[in-house]
């Protein structure tokens, strides 16, 4: 049987991977780094999307071993709705980012993500028609 560069470049790649040598991974690279926690909360968890003023709180809470990671670690955010702080340092494991409405009258549910060090978490705010809601 005939192996050629192709395959044997698919069969040196799978290895790797297998042996956890992607150098893409997210994976935590230290025991501390294993330990570490992060929670999400949205406060209200109901934006109206008539109001380009109406904002959110989104607390990301960290935590190393149950304890909060020191002060100034980096939290980075993203949304798929509105816009959002892009990113906040902790103050005793809290960074916090605000999610401001786009004020488009497109109700939807949108997903906020935030990542510290390897640890990432993902909360749905809805984005309603004030109308609509409860309040």
Known sequence: ?????????????????????????????????????????????RISIEDSTATAE????????GNPVKDNTIVKFATTVGTITSQSQTVDGLAVAILVS???????????????VTMRDTIEVDFVITAQSDF
Do not use: K
Not at 102 to 116: F, S, T
């Open 58 to 65: 989104i607390w990301a809470t960290v935590r190393a071993g």
């Open 1 to 45: 049987m005939r192996v050629t560069s192709s395959r044997l470049r698919w069969a040196a790649l799978a290895v790797m991977l297998s042996a956890g040598g992607c150098a893409f991974s997210v994976a935590p690279t230290s025991s501390d780094d294993n330990e570490l926690t992060l929670e999400l909360a949205a406060y209200p968890a």
């Open 102 to 116: 786009p004020g488009d009258n497109q109700p939807r549910q949108a997903e906020v993500v935030a990542q510290a």
